[in-house]
């Protein structure tokens, strides 16, 4: 929220300075994001007199200005305004100055179509004045020429933007900020009771209190609706002291009626609504919208409504969408003559509904939503009352109110203790209540506890922790103690769950491997769910953002080979990434995975070593090293010659923990599945489901032995085997490796030949066994006898026989 400093001082009197005011609002929560000298910014720009505007000969929709900016000389200057016609006054910026609107600094001499232009007529946005970039600033016609227009317009001084958390909406008003300044002791707070007593009417209202029309089982957002009607006004610009302090904060002047409505909701935080009552056809009404109905905003843009936003209506439809935004169709304009105030009070939680359901961003929404006091209700109608008879006449009738108010009347048992404890801060009774005293709260009773009755306009205070906060704040937050934490005795205890230390383990082994995190949408298109074995209908989303991300992934390879392809289409051929996230296979809470999954894509990276050409084994050696660092060796579990249907056939296989527990899969993809992706060169992936690998066992560490290394030379053994084609690689060396347990050490395959000379169906499978002793060195016969056993148990597992 924006506030100059002089509009402060209506509602604050004191003698701070800008900075001690920024220090003391960060201190008591209210977070100051910017404070700007705006006078010292745009003191370069000066108001200037079009003297003529002609079409640009080269465009349809420049035009070529003359324009004098005071200095004795007509400027030519190029401007694109729609609204730019001769004799107009409007604001000029001179060659080197800098436009905060657009972050740049104007150049002298710039040709544009073929015309030179020295010079810019700048809109509100340009000066950072308000959002309104449709057209050039219009200035009136006594506007004095070559007067720098933050003379001219009064809205030098200092600017501040303050951040206000969702629970202040008492802090959305300027009276409010400066009432918590007060309340910190930075000044004292001018009372503006005078300006919200009643105002004498002149008889019944035109317009009856407004009926609320809902159904028992309906949404209801209005509480109380107060209105007044207020005969004879003179609509029309509204004073300058008025647009200023508008201007000043980023609003742009609208009319008198308009801007009293700003300004009292700016100033007071109470948003309120005009409507034009001749506008009005038959009797105005509060309901809920009918299906179908459609409000033609303020903002120039059509809403459709539903049966759960409240609209104040007439006979033909609805007026104004209630606490967001206004209907056109009532607007008041310069021909207004007869109006109908608004005043109202509402569900907070209701508008903030309504408000996502339209997206609606309005300062009446961002007011409401908030919770504006309930007793500025009637006072906030009597204020306004009071200005549009000061500013455009007229003749003020009977308060027109429907429905109650809803306040809460809180009291809490506040143990004085609590601020120690929460805290650390040592304060005496009689400080903690002078600070919840002078924030508006009613405190009484004696003892270590004392009852706290909550003001009006701070519904947010529900318990004892809010009054410590209050309390804090008004003392300030950088007189806490700062304490350091008691240090722990013995081991810590273990933090991290199983799924966290998983998903840690794994990032560390793949970036250590050579590959790329990416992170990718949770959601991918209806045709690559199927693809992948997802699509099912409860796992579509209601809201999809894109049509493209309409289906929770059932697997990460989706997003990581869109990747792949984005990199491609780009030149970058030799691709390596990973991404570890969770995977959708059901709408129930277990359906919801843990998966690790690598894309490995074009080639190996070519080094002295080697590299060259993908495979199928690049793929199951990442998938290798990641479950040896999550404790399982891939030679101890069942590797099954199955692909997943991503996979190459015969290019893939899955890992296993019986017959029903897969934890894994990896291969190559499938050439059509690659061409369907617009994928060039191998591209070979591997999934693993980390939820899927059970808990480790709790071993005994009592009676553990101590490692044992030999120190004798281990010795090796070649055997080559003449098997059919269709045995697996790995039943072989599992035969072997069980052949001796207590001297073989490892078993590796270092040779393959299929062809002429080993027979048609036949594979040649060359093996190095490694033995180790360990008691005592291997005499001859020992290693025949080891050797014999290799074969006898390779040639029983897989019925092959030893290669002469």
Request: net charge negative.
């Amino acid at each position: 929220m924006k506030f100059t400093l002089d509009w402060l001082k209506d509602h604050l009197d004191t003698n701070a300075t800008a900075d001690q005011i920024a220090e003391a609002l960060t201190t008591i929560g209210l977070e100051v994001e910017s404070v700007d000298d705006t006078a010292k910014a745009l003191k370069p720009f000066v108001v200037a007199h079009v003297v003529s505007a002609e079409p640009h000969p080269n465009s349809d929709h420049l035009k070529v200005c003359k324009v004098d900016a005071g200095t004795g000389t007509l400027i030519d200057v190029v401007c694109g305004a729609p609204n730019a016609v001769t004799g107009m006054k409007s604001v000029f910026a001179f060659p080197g100055t800098y436009i905060p609107g657009k972050d740049f600094t104007l150049k002298e001499g710039v040709t544009i179509r073929g015309q030179v232009s020295n010079g810019m007529l700048c809109s509100a946005m340009e000066l950072e004045l308000s959002n309104d970039h449709e057209g050039i600033i219009v200035l009136p016609d006594d506007a004095p020429v070559g007067t720098p227009y933050v003379d001219y317009a009064g809205i030098g001084g200092v600017l501040f933007d303050i951040s206000i958390t969702p629970n202040r909406g008492d802090a959305t008003g300027i009276y409010g900020v400066a009432r918590d300044l007060a309340a910190y002791g930075l000044g004292e707070l001018n009372p503006t009771n005078g300006y919200m007593a009643p105002v004498p009417s002149q008889g019944p209202s035109p317009i009856p209190p407004l009926p609320q029309q809902f159904g028992p089982d309906e949404p209801k957002a209005i509480r109380k609706f107060a209105g007044r009607y207020i005969g004879g006004v003179k609509n029309g610009p509204s004073p300058e002291w008025l647009q200023s302090r508008l201007r000043a904060v980023g609003l742009r002047p609208i009319n008198a009626l308009a801007d009293i409505t700003n300004f009292v909701s700016q100033g007071w935080g109470r948003p309120l609504h005009a409507y034009d009552a001749d506008k009005v056809t038959g009797t105005m009404l509060l309901r809920n919208a009918r299906p179908g109905e459609r409000l033609d905003g303020l903002d120039g843009r059509e809403h459709e409504l539903d049966a759960t936003m409240c609209v104040i209506a007439d006979d033909i439809g609805p007026l104004c969408l209630g606490g967001i935004l206004g209907g056109e169709r009532s607007s008041c304009t310069d021909e207004t003559v007869n109006l109908f105030m608004e005043c109202a009070s509402w569900d907070p939680q209701e508008v903030a509904r309504t408000g996502r359901k339209t997206g609606i961003v309005s300062d009446a929404r961002y007011r409401l939503e908030r919770s504006v006091d309930p007793a500025l209700t009637e006072p906030g109608l009597e204020l306004a009352t009071r200005l549009v008879m000061e500013i455009c006449g007229g003749t003020p009738m009977d308060p027109a109110i429907s429905g109650e108010d809803l306040f809460p009347n809180t009291v809490i048992d506040f143990p004085l203790s609590e601020v120690r404890r929460l805290t650390g801060l040592e304060l005496a009774p009689e400080r903690i209540g002078e600070h919840l005293t002078r924030l508006g709260f009613t405190v009484t009773g004696s003892g270590t506890t004392v009852q706290v009755a909550m003001p009006s306009w701070r519904p947010d205070v529900t318990q004892k922790a809010d009054l410590v906060e209050e309390v804090m704040r008004m003392e300030g937050v950088n007189k806490v103690p700062l304490d350091p934490l008691p240090r722990l005795s013995g081991v810590a205890p273990r933090m991290l769950t199983t799924i966290q230390s998983r998903r840690r383990a794994t990032k560390r082994v793949l970036a250590a491997r050579g590959l790329d995190e990416a992170v990718t949408w949770s959601f991918i298109s209806e045709a690559e769910a199927k693809r992948f074995g997802g699509g099912q209908p409860e796992l579509k989303l209601a809201n999809a953002i894109a049509s493209d991300l309409s289906d929770m992934r059932p697997s990460l390879l989706p997003g990581l080979l869109a990747a792949v392809r984005r990199n491609e289409n780009r030149g970058f051929r030799d691709l390596a990434i990973f991404e570890v996230g969770q995977v959708f296979l059901s709408d129930e809470p277990e359906g919801q995975h843990t998966y690790a999954t690598a894309v490995r894509a074009g080639s190996l990276p070519r080094t002295w070593q080697g590299g060259g050409t993908l495979s199928v084994f690049d793929a199951k050696a990442d998938l290798a090293a990641v479950l040896d660092a999550l404790g399982h060796d891939i030679d101890k579990l069942q590797v099954v010659a199955e692909p997943p249907a991503w996979s190459h056939p015969g290019r893939g296989g899955r890992v296993q923990l019986g017959p029903t527990n897969v934890i894994a899969w990896f291969g190559e993809l499938h050439p059509a599945w690659a061409a369907e992706m617009d994928l060039t060169g191998p591209v070979v992936a591997f999934e693993l489901d980390l939820d899927a690998i059970p808990e480790a066992r709790k071993k005994a560490t009592k009676g553990k032995p101590a490692l044992r290394l030999s120190d004798l030379m281990p010795l090796e053994r070649d055997f080559a085997f003449l098997v059919d084609r269709g045995v697996p690689a790995a039943t072989l060396l599992r035969a072997a490796r069980n052949a001796d347990k207590a001297l073989i050490s490892d078993v590796d395959i270092f040779d393959l030949f299929e062809g002429a000379g080993v027979g048609e169906g036949k594979k040649s499978v060359a093996i190095r066994v490694t033995l180790q002793p360990t008691d005592k060195t291997l005499t001859d016969e020992e290693i025949e006898k080891v050797g014999a056993a290799i074969v006898a148990a390779v040639s029983k597992a897989t019925g092959g026989t030893l290669r002469g």
